[in-house]
């Protein structure tokens, strides 16, 4: 039987060059803007233990996002073990971060899951693709908290909080109408996206108190989690250069300093590495076993 080739654009080798194109153009541009050597400076005097600290407690998120997937697949029938659950999550940030490539973390995740009996691939998409929307929507109503504690709020907050408030009750709405699998556990998931980000800003606060310097944290955070939209593009390699172009461009608008800024995403980008080793040790093992029930 024949089977034809991908076309060039779509193999792995190319997207990762071009990913690697971009990543180096972006770095460029940070530095036309900000003095590497002096991010260089911040890095050799930041505290050690803080960084630690910070990879302790982003580690915990991804244990929580584990059980939020969990969630999302239990609504199509799919039942995990809290234990598998994690190890999938891990694998799919092993994809995302250390072995970046043309399947994606998501895509991995949905070549192990799908099954000639049970849910379909759209089903299966469709469960990760809701969960990343809630996550999206943590980081939103994260933001509208952050922008009124500003001391000039970049939008008046009764604008901010308007504009989620009806968007979360449209959102909602239309999940009920056409995803009710998925709109039961509407709050549930919600929340724990909110209490995610949560974590994630304590983490970035451990990064920031690695600088021994006084600074207001608050639009530092509002800038990491504006950025955090910006990377969902994932038009670099493993993410690295998209979040310090964010920051960096937004330091002026926030008033920030633009070299702490880079650090901080740049701190961030190991801190989200370093997590994602133990997802090797699941990614090797032998242990494929998993559990998939119809739906209740």
Known sequence: MFVPMKPWYKHAAFTNALRLVVTALLIWLVSRRVDLRE???IFRTADAGWLAGAILIYGSTLVI???RS????SGIGIQLSHWDALGLYLKGTVYNVLLPGGVGGDGYKILILRSTDGPSVKQIFQAFFFERLSGLWAICALLCIL???LSTPLLPPVWSWSVIGLGTVGYYFVMRRFFTEHSRYFVRTHLISLGIQTIVS?????ILKAQPLPFAYGP???????STIFSILNIGLSGLGVREFAMGYAAQMLQNDA???VFVASAFWLVSTATAIPGLGFLFSRDKSRQMTAPA
């Not at 304590?202 to 451990?206: A, D, E, I, P």
């Open 39 to 41: 991010i260089g400076a």
């Open 220 to 226: 530092y955070l509002m800038s990491f989690h504006g």
């Open 259 to 261: 070299a702490l800024s």
């Open 70 to 73: 969990s969630i999302y697949l």
């Open 202 to 206: 304590v983490s970035v606060l451990c």
């Open 147 to 149: 922008n009124g504690t």
């Open 65 to 67: 996002s584990s059980y």
